[in-house]
Nanobody, 127 residues
């Protein structure tokens, strides 16, 4: 059974940037899709972005385009999410999830399709 772990959360000042990392380990397959999601207090899970490990397929939800970047270090099976110009609206628990290699494509990542989730990392935007 594979494990997924997020890191990089913490306190960020408004207008600043953050970089989160997602590490996938123990999976028997070498290729996968990684999805990034978040859940703000009192709100439902929100999809942010996804990427396929085997090629450069990347997807960003419309509301995040231009403000986030997803990237991968295949050798270490780590996927990064960078977010710029953060506001208090970005305060949330950020999750990454691993799923089938073809999951990430032309539409918003579906939380129901990703089977392996991390515990989440808290990001708080505050001065």
């Amino acid at each position: 059974q594979g494990q997924v772990m997020e890191s990089g959360g913490g306190l960020v000042q408004p207008g600043g940037s953050l970089r989160l990392a997602c590490t996938a380990s123990g999976f028997v397959f070498d290729v996968f899709s990684i999805g990034w999601f978040r859940r703000a207090p009192g709100k439902k899970h929100e999809a942010l972005s996804c990427m396929r490990s085997q090629d450069d397929t990347r997807y960003y939800v419309d509301s995040m385009k231009g403000r986030i970047t997803i990237s991968i270090d295949n050798a270490k099976k780590r996927v990064f999410l960078e977010m710029r110009n953060v506001t208090s609206e970005d305060t949330a628990v950020y999750y990454c999830a691993v799923g089938h290699s073809l999951l990430c494509g032309q539409s918003d990542p579906d939380i129901r399709s990703y089977g392996s989730w991390g515990q989440g990392t808290q990001v708080t935007v505050s001065s």
